[in-house]
């Protein structure tokens, strides 16, 4: 597996491949002070050709997306931890990274280059789109639609059958009881609006 990023989610996947006995092959970061990540060293991409399994290892949702844009990899590989409880009739996709003691539940759909942080609740029929950031300790309840982009922040209930839109941000401990549109910030208990993010 190679890794592009060497932030501070970069070590988590890295944690979880070693625990699932994946071999590191590179890290890649633009930012040439990083030079070393743990025992590994750490190299400027150089438009390389990766033979092999690629993750973006870095947590911000649009720079994921961008890179993946840029890059057009053929192969991008997974990293879910051990300790993570998944679903046999749930589907994971590519890019995804998926932490310790998170719950994945049955016909729930993970998409592309998501993260579904430690101890978070994906509940039943719940459907996220690409690029989605699921932080720590979330619980989205059952039937829950999450759109492309979206950063739901730590601690926040989602109840069931929300749809909550693309590239929205949800503050940390909030309860959503409603609909969210698209590029919107909402926070609180009730969660409610208080900005519209800038358009993607």
Same mark, same amino acid.
Request: proline share 2%; charged share 20%; hydrophobic share 40%.
């Given at each position: ?8 989610? #970069? ?7 070693? %625990? ?17 990540? +743990? ?5 400027? +991409? ?21 890179? $993946? ?8 590989? %997974?990293?879910?931890?051990? %300790? ?25 759909? $993970?998409?592309?280059? #998501?993260?579904?942080?430690? !101890? ?5 029929? #719940?459907?996220?789109?690409? +690029? ?11 039937? $829950? ?22 590239? #929205? ?21 009730? !969660? ?9």
């Amino acid at each position: 597996m190679h890794l592009y990023g060497a932030s501070g989610h #970069c070590k988590v996947i890295i944690d979880i491949l070693k %625990k699932n006995k994946i071999k590191i092959e590179s890290i890649f970061d633009d930012n040439e002070s990083i030079n070393k990540i +743990f025992e590994f060293s750490v190299v400027k +991409f150089n438009n390389q050709n990766i033979s092999g399994e690629l993750l973006i290892s870095i947590g911000n949702n649009a720079v994921r997306k961008q890179l $993946v844009n840029e890059l057009k990899h053929k192969s991008y590989g %997974k990293a879910i931890d051990p %300790k993570a409880i998944i679903s046999s009739n749930s589907t994971i996709k590519e890019g995804t990274v998926v932490m310790a003691n998170a719950i994945i539940n049955t016909s729930a759909e $993970v998409g592309k280059h #998501c993260i579904v942080n430690s !101890a978070a609740v994906v509940e039943h029929d #719940c459907k996220l789109d690409n +690029f989605v950031h699921v932080s720590p300790s979330v619980t989205i309840c059952g039937g $829950v639609q999450i759109g492309e982009g979206t950063h739901i922040g730590a601690g926040t209930t989602i109840i069931p059958n929300i749809k909550i839109g693309k590239w #929205c941000t949800i503050g940390a401990g909030s309860v959503v009881i409603k609909d969210v549109s698209d590029g919107v910030t909402v926070v609180g208990n009730p !969660a409610k609006e208080i900005k519209i993010n800038s358009e993607k």
